[in-house]
């Protein structure tokens, strides 16, 4: 059974920062490409950053410039640097893992950011 486990949200003011992370179990970590999402209160939930494998990024329009997704192979680990928050990144946290092979997609439970003017 693949497993994520999150941590790192909180309560911030605007303008501070937090870094989530991500470890996974039972998953060939350094092969996959790895992704955070987020969901606001009525909203769907929304792509904010991937890492390849190969440690290609990409990222949502809304957070370019501030957060930076990066990934520890050796500890199975991904991570989001969020920095200069705005309450509009208030929402749940998701990591993502796609085991490409399998074409299968796993979550972690989310973590809540919010984000205080």
């Known amino acids: 059974q693949v497993q994520l486990v999150e941590s790192g949200g909180g309560l911030v003011q605007a303008g501070g920062s937090l870094r989530l992370s991500c470890v996974i179990s039972r998953f060939i970590f350094s092969l996959n490409p790895m992704g955070w999402y987020r969901q606001a209160p009525g909203k769907q939930r929304e792509l904010v950053a991937q890492?390849?494998?190969?440690?290609?990024?990409n990222y949502a329009d809304s957070v370019k410039g501030r957060f930076t997704i990066s990934r520890d192979n050796a500890q199975s680990t991904a991570y989001l640097q969020m920095n200069s928050l705005k309450p509009e990144d208030t929402a749940v946290y998701y990591c993502?893992?796609?085991?490409?092979?399998?074409?299968?997609?796993?979550w972690g439970q989310g973590t809540q950011v919010t984000v205080s003017s």
């Open positions: 993502n893992a796609h085991w490409t092979a399998l074409g299968r997609d796993f």
């Open positions: 890492i390849s494998s190969g440690g290609s990024t």
